[in-house]
């Protein structure tokens, strides 16, 4: 384990604690920006305005509850080419990530 990892993690939960889930660490909120641009990317473009995926703009998004939006990036949408991630996200990840495309966190 890198020195100073302890503290990252002490940090995360600091900044976390006036939000309901625990915010991802510094470490894994770079991934989750990468993941978002890259593999989400794929479907519904780097900037976000649809392709394959619809888009996912703020605006459109902001029209859905949170909730929602978290259980369709974890188990995706059976029939429709959106696949699960909860292999590869936790659900304070797929949180996270629901708030970076509302723009809610950078
Ligand atoms: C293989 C293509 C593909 C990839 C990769 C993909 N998606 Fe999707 N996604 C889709 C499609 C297609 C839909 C629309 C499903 C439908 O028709 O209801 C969708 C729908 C969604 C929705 C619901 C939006 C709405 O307006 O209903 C969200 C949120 C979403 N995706 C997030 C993500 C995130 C976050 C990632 C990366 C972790 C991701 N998707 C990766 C194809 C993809």
Do not use: N
Request: hydrophobic share 45%; net charge neutral.
């Amino acid at each position: 384990m890198r020195p100073g990892i302890a503290f990252v993690v002490v940090m995360g939960l600091v900044a976390s604690a006036t939000v309901a889930t625990a915010e991802p660490v510094a470490s894994r909120r770079d991934q989750l920006r990468d993941m978002v641009a890259q593999d989400c990317g794929s479907c519904h473009g780097m900037t976000r305005k649809g392709g394959l995926g619809s888009p996912l703009l703020p605006e459109l998004l902001a029209q859905y509850p949170a909730e929602g939006l978290i259980e369709t990036i974890l188990d995706g949408r059976p029939g429709t080419p959106m696949p699960p991630w909860k292999s590869m996200l936790s659900r304070d990840d797929a949180a996270w990530m629901v708030a970076y495309l509302l723009g809610e966190v950078k």
